[in-house]
């Protein structure tokens, strides 16, 4: 049985890696969908961009008509991730995930993500599990960094998950229901809020390996990010216990008088 599927990419100034990746997932599902295997919709959402990239996917939806954009002015891969989950759920679609823009996980990867949901509410990739395959070595400030906070997140959140950052997940329909009024972290942290919002509702999430290849033009900032994805953890955790109204007096205080932003 043909099911729907959403695929949301995220896309902040990506005019030079954007048009690739449109290539390779589009004529790789395009030829899925010729073969009745599923139908399916790219959504990319152009968030606060001031590159060209909004002319690129323009120039790449004339070939590709399953391919839509959803443009806005604010920013933020949480951000526009929700506003693709808000798209793809109008469009009654059962399957809903998102990738990268840089391709740094490939079509035929994230079809693994479809292979493999079967019972499960959602499907994630890891970097971390045994048989993952990684092309691109990481430098080993970036491992440290990595592990170092998935550790935070497994010790703090109980998040039963190897690697939450990895930027490849499916969801069914239901569970993206179920959490998108509940998403408040719009940032890098985005990830781990809808992640734990999921296992507080007892939905069952799937961790599979990965072929992975990083590439050039990230923006992650490998000291700045880490911090305010650490904050957002300590956040949400406070959110779920006896000390709420920390994180609730915070938010009532004068911009002028907070250290950072949660």
């Known amino acids: 049985m043909k099911k729907r599927l959403s695929i949301i990419i995220p896309a902040y100034n990506e005019e030079e890696r954007i048009g690739k990746t449109l290539d390779r997932y589009c004529n790789f599902f395009e030829e899925l969908k010729n073969k009745e295997v599923l139908d399916y919709e ?12 909004a002319e690129v996917v323009k120039s790449y939806q004339k070939k590709f ?25 109008n469009k009654k679609n059962e399957l809903i995930g998102f990738v990268d823009a840089d391709l740094a996980t490939g079509p035929e990867v994230f079809y693994e993500l479809v292979k493999n949901i079967k019972n499960y509410d959602g499907v994630i990739t890891s970097r971390w599990k045994k048989d993952s395959i990684i092309k691109t070595e990481q430098t080993l400030l970036r491992k440290i960094t990595s592990r170092g906070f998935n550790f935070l997140v497994r010790s703090i959140l109980l ?30 942290a985005f990830d781990i809020d809808l992640l734990y ?19 050039r033009g990230s923006k992650i900032n490998i000291i700045k ?13 406070f959110m779920y216990s006896p000390f709420k109204f920390i994180v609730r007096a915070y938010d009532k205080m004068p911009e002028g008088f907070k250290i950072h932003s949660w």
């Open 197 to 215: 919002k999921l296992k507080r509702r007892k939905f069952r999430i799937k961790e599979i390996p990965t072929i992975w290849e990083d590439k």
């Open 159 to 188: 998040l039963p998950y190897s690697d939450t950052q990895c930027g490849a997940k499916l969801f069914k329909r239901k569970a993206i229901e179920e959490v998108i009024d509940e998403i408040r972290a719009i940032q890098w």
């Open 65 to 89: 008509r399953s391919l839509k954009y959803l443009e806005y002015e604010r920013g933020g891969k949480g951000f526009a991730i929700i506003e693709g989950f808000k798209y793809a759920l």
């Open 42 to 53: 790219i959504v990319v959402v152009l968030n606060a961009c001031k590159d060209r990239t």
């Open 225 to 237: 990010t880490p911090v305010k994805m650490f904050s957002s953890i300590i956040r949400l955790r």
